[in-house]
């Protein structure tokens, strides 16, 4: 090895993944999201935001179960309400209780949408069985 090799290997600094219970051998990994006119509109973490949201009741709730800032949720929200065809979350303005949000049956349509695409995915990509198939082991 070179000592610019060497330099190099030193310098580069394994994912957090790997310490924990790494598989051997090669393993697959995907990640799926959703554009409208080249903006973002559904990936893994609205989803997740929308799921919270949907459990919680709450915006300011569901961003911290996800360590997120309240304007970064705030954000996301308001970027897939203006690109979806229906608000996917309403915001209720409350008074000394505080408010509260609500997933639409657009936002829940949304969610199942995507999970649906993504298990698509993960059998096209033999990494979930076809429905009615059981797992490899």
């Given at each position: 090895m070179t000592d610019q090799e060497d330099a190099e290997t030193k310098n580069v600094r394994k994912p957090s993944r790997f310490g924990?219970?790494?598989?051997?051998?090669?393993t697959v990994h995907t990640s799926l999201?959703?554009?409208?006119?080249?903006?973002?509109?559904?990936?893994?973490?609205?989803?997740?935001?929308?799921?919270?949201?949907?459990?919680?009741?709450?915006?300011?709730?569901a961003a911290r179960s996800m360590n997120l800032t309240y304007a970064n949720a705030w954000n996301w929200i308001k970027?897939?309400?203006?690109?979806?065809?229906?608000?996917?979350?309403?915001k209720?303005?409350?008074g000394s209780g505080g408010g509260h949000?609500?997933?639409?049956?657009?936002g829940q349509k949304a969610i199942r949408q995507f999970q649906l695409l993504h298990h698509?995915?993960?059998?096209?990509?033999?990494?979930?069985?076809?429905?009615?198939?059981?797992?490899?082991?």
């Open positions: 924990r219970h790494p598989e051997s051998g090669y999201w959703l554009e409208k006119d080249g903006e973002l509109y559904l990936g893994g973490g609205r989803v997740m935001l929308l799921e919270r949201i949907g459990q919680l009741g709450s915006i300011a709730a970027a897939m309400n203006k690109l979806a065809p229906f608000p996917l979350v309403e209720m303005v409350g949000a609500m997933l639409t049956l657009e698509k995915q993960d059998r096209a990509l033999g990494l979930a069985p076809a429905k009615n198939q059981p797992a490899q082991p």
